[in-house]
Nanobody, 119 residues
């Protein structure tokens, strides 16, 4: 089970950190991901990180501004978002896949958390 939190209203240029609490058993094959869905748009990939180390990937438009990380001791994944822009406004979802496959068909999804970037 995944539970995302940390969303809110922030001004352009501001920062937010999203958290995803992971309950249940995970193994070294798991990969964690953050996705987002803006009103009227399809859900899109934001970032991913393997549970046990490996390559981290980002959507091009968030590179250099967002940082995904994990804390295995706390069973949590984070998304640090800096220099936020109005176009980052969306519902953000965390997801997990037991076989390390990142995409819209990942095994587990949490309820989203709303991020609104507006002055």
């Amino acid at each position: 089970q995944l539970q995302a939190s940390g969303g809110g209203l922030v001004q352009p240029g501001g920062s937010l950190t999203l958290s995803c609490a992971v309950s249940g058993r995970t193994t070294s094959t798991y990969v964690m991901g953050w996705f987002r869905q803006a009103p009227g748009k399809e859900r899109e990939f934001v970032a991913s990180i393997p549970w046990s180390g490996g390559n981290i990937y980002y959507k091009n438009s968030v590179k250099g501004r967002f940082t995904i990380s994990r804390d295995n001791t706390k069973n949590a994944v984070y998304l640090q978002m800096n220099s936020l822009k109005p176009e980052d406004t969306a519902v953000y979802y965390c997801a997990a896949d037991s076989l390390g496959v990142v995409g819209p068909n990942m095994d587990y999804w949490g309820k989203g958390t709303q991020v609104t970037v507006s002055s």
